[in-house]
């Protein structure tokens, strides 16, 4: 069992940049795929970015060049850096955790780009 505890979001200004951080308790943290998905109203949860455990990561065409996800296996813990941040990208973040067979969310945390 692993759980997921998201930090790191707020509101800002468009323009403007926000981290959000996901600690994960349990063991073999470095063994899952960890993940950041976002959700807005009306709207599916729709992958942001994901990162291996070696460090190979994935992001959506939408964020490539503005966000970057790293990971700190000693401190399991799972990062998404904001950077010019847009009103669409207002949502609910979801830190995710998977590997074969297994998936675990967080509870979310809200972002609200808005001037």
Known sequence: QVQLVESGGG??????S?????VASGSLFNSYIMGWYRQAPGKPRDL???I???GITNNADDVKG???ISRDNAK???YLQMN???PEDTAIYYCNARRV?????GQGTQVTVSS
């Open 48 to 50: 942001v970015a994901s």
């Open 11 to 16: 509101l800002v200004q468009p323009g403007g």
């Open 84 to 86: 010019n941040l847009k």
């Open 101 to 105: 067979a297994q998936a675990y969310w």
């Open 76 to 78: 399991n813990t799972v």
């Open 52 to 54: 291996t455990s070696i």
């Open 18 to 22: 926000l981290r959000l951080s996901c």
């Open 66 to 68: 503005r966000f970057t």
